[in-house]
């Protein structure tokens, strides 16, 4: 781990709300910038990173002691618990202890060389997984907090941030995903999950609010094909949002040093 | 759990889909239908059923060893986390053997007395919660499997079909959630989420269907203001097919039955 530069997780204290989907998006474009990337995905239950992209397919290598990451291009190394899998309907039915010594293996024994950044995409919830990334990995710059807009989502997501208070990590800040659609059909607007309850919480807690990502079918088929998004549909307004989103987490440091002072 | 005639869980491999607010519209439904309904929040970290039910400022009474749950109309009895959190910011950093205490807590200490059904909301994935809960409470008629269509769900749902195999717990049927979405503003569909995905697993792992759910922007409305969807709009499109994927749930021995020759 020394030898990676910037470490951010991607958290949410809600399911569902596009967290891994935030995080593949993210590791590609940051690879796609020329920087040397992981991509580790913690989520024992449901790792959404080998489908995302379009990985399904590969296994990792052990030599001695340490596991080769699967490669994404040329930049990006990715770790999933979805690559020792011999059936991708296997369902890894463990309790906490077990899934924290797979995940410190996966940061202790993962060959992940010298990177510019790790980005980690933990499953929901204030629980085992984010608790041991937190503890396991040193010198984390922060978190990336993943919402939709509606209130039911917002309540859980405002736990991850008392988290992350708790454990003395810096909110890096705020991502509302599915924040508004634009139907297909007549052009026009419509507010499904609400709008604004990202941006909202986000002034609430005092920390950055990074921007808006709208629901887009587009990005649906994206993620079901393992073409991510922001590299196949780079034109597009949902795109451009997410480049905008995740633009201020390359000057990582700066955002460090606000999100140090709003504490 | 003796007094209580069945048990139903309602799991889902992926968070999001929408299973505390089925969750919380099912035992509504059944306790509409003059059944004395329980219903058990087993997600630690997001507990969502007292927002979705206006129960947010509800707290719950012991008396001796016993707790009384809270109450949402004549027939419903309600127990979750959230009743115990002094703030709704407040993040339990549990790991598995404290959230498997308090969930044995809640199976034991609960004065649920005589039920005609118990639902039980369980959070995401194959972990300590489900575990525990299907390891605690006896007798289990099934579990009701939610998912929205798109693969990158139904991967993460499936496993929860084999963890039900696993553990030898029936599967009731699958309900697909946030099945296409019509524009209020041109009345044409668009299938957000894609569609039909839900249906295709039921059909490849031979567990029954219930059905399809729309996704409407006055559930997600419904959700935010703790008016259960399912009693105050139940002449609109999404409600009608809520209460048709319940309504197999109401004949639950039959479903078991078809549930066990389907294995």
Redesign the interface.
């Known amino acids: 781990m020394k030898n990676i530069n910037h470490k951010i997780l991607v958290l949410s ?5 596009g967290k ?1 989907t935030i995080a593949a998006n993210l590791a590609v474009w940051l690879s796609a910038r020329g920087k040397k990337v992981g991509l580790l995905d913690v989520d ?3 790792p ?1 990173i080998p ?2 992209l379009g990985l399904e397919q590969e296994t990792v290598q052990g030599t001695g002691d340490k596991i080769t990451p699967a490669t994404y291009g040329r930049m990006l190394k990715v770790m999933s618990i979805g690559f020792l899998l011999r059936n ?10 077990m ?2 010594n797979i995940i410190n293996n996966f940061v202790s024994n993962v060959s992940w060389d010298e990177l510019d950044y790790l980005v980690v995409d933990c ?6 997984e984010p ?1 041991s990334i937190a503890q396991l990995i040193p010198g984390i710059d922060g978190a990336v907090i993943v919402t ?1 807009p ?4 917002v ?2 997501v ?6 992350c208070r ?2 003395n990590l810096p909110v890096l800040g705020v991502i509302e995903n599915m924040s508004g ?1 634009v ?4 052009n ?1 607007r ?5 709008e604004g309850g990202g941006r909202q919480m986000a002034g609430e807690s005092n920390v950055p609010f990074l921007g808006g990502i709208p ?1 887009d ?1 587009e990005m ?2 994206a ?2 094909s393992g073409r991510p998004f922001i590299a196949f549909n780079n034109q597009s307004i949902t795109a451009q949002a997410m480049c905008s989103a995740f633009k201020p987490l390359l000057e990582v440091d700066t955002k460090i040093q606000i999100a140090k002072e709003a504490k």
Chains 1, 2 share one sequence.
């Open positions: 204290g809600k399911g569902g709300v891994s024992i239950h449901g959404s489908k995302l991708e309907n296997d369902a890894l039915i463990w309790r906490g202890p899934k924290h499953p929901p919830g204030t629980g085992d608790l939709t509606q209130q039911l989502a309540v859980d405002k736990k991850c941030i008392t988290f708790q454990l659609f139907c297909p059909h007549c026009r419509v507010d499904i999950f609400r629901l079918p649906v088929l993620c079901d």
